[in-house]
């Protein structure tokens, strides 16, 4: 039974350029959530997804990046035109949405290392 | 009010010592506690989590100890071992574990044998 998959698991990026980070869930389990790590930071929520729709996209900078979690695939983390302080590790969780809460748990991926020269 | 502070930001324990680390929040509408685990390179992994209905939770060598009053909570690890060693993230949420966390900027726990 895999885990949460995240490829690539390194990333490196010209300023200007775009960063694509997938995130394949645990099987069966249809949310995903994005955090980013800055260096020597605690994780920071950026998105939470189901399929097909955005559900919380508050901790998402207004421009240049963007969230999707299609039908069929992964999900996609998309920055556009990055910039050197968008170098930092991005992980994606993923949970079972169980109608109780207590049974549920947000696992992580393995997360990308994304560095902007 | 969206903050969880954590302390302290890095500990060194002696084998078998207990590890100690403490975290605050101040939004009360939190109901959902848990504690990571990360090793370099890797991803967070669920240590243990509890909710404010409950004071403490033992899992192992791991205790959660919750102080609803005082906005509190900490994690204990006793009988320390060379393979604790890691970042701890404390992390609170609205929603239950369902909800966005929002994450202490985490403790480097080094045990020493």
């Known amino acids: 039974n895999a885990g949460v998959m995240q490829n690539p698991r390194h990333l490196v990026r010209r300023r200007g350029q775009e960063a694509r980070l997938r995130c394949s869930p645990m099987?069966?389990?249809?949310?995903v959530y994005w955090y980013r790590q800055l260096p020597e930071e605690g994780l920071k929520f950026m998105v939470y997804l189901q399929k097909e729709n955005i559900i919380d996209e508050s901790g998402m900078p207004k421009e240049r990046f963007s969230a999707e979690f299609p039908k069929e695939g992964p999900s996609i983390l998309r920055i556009q035109q990055v910039v050197r302080g968008d170098s930092a590790a991005y992980f994606c969780a993923s949970s079972l949405r169980a109608a109780d809460p207590s049974t549920d748990t947000q696992y992580f991926g393995p997360g990308t290392r994304l560095t902007v020269l | 009010q969206q903050q969880v502070k954590q302390s302290p930001q890095s500990l060194i324990v002696q084998k078998g010592g207990i590890s100690i680390i403490n975290c605050a929040y101040e939004n009360t509408a939190f109901d959902y506690f848990p504690w990571y685990q990360q090793f370099p390179g890797k991803g967070p992994a669920l240590l243990i989590a509890i909710r404010p209905d409950v004071s403490e939770k033992k899992e192992g060598r791991f205790t959660i100890s919750f102080n609803k009053s005082a906005k509190q909570f900490s994690l204990h690890i006793m009988d320390s071992q060379p393979g604790d060693s890691a970042t701890y993230f404390c992390a609170a949420s609205y929603g239950g574990s369902q909800g966005n966390l929002i994450f202490g900027k985490g403790t480097k726990l080094s045990v020493k044998p």
């Open positions: 099987k069966g389990h249809s949310h």
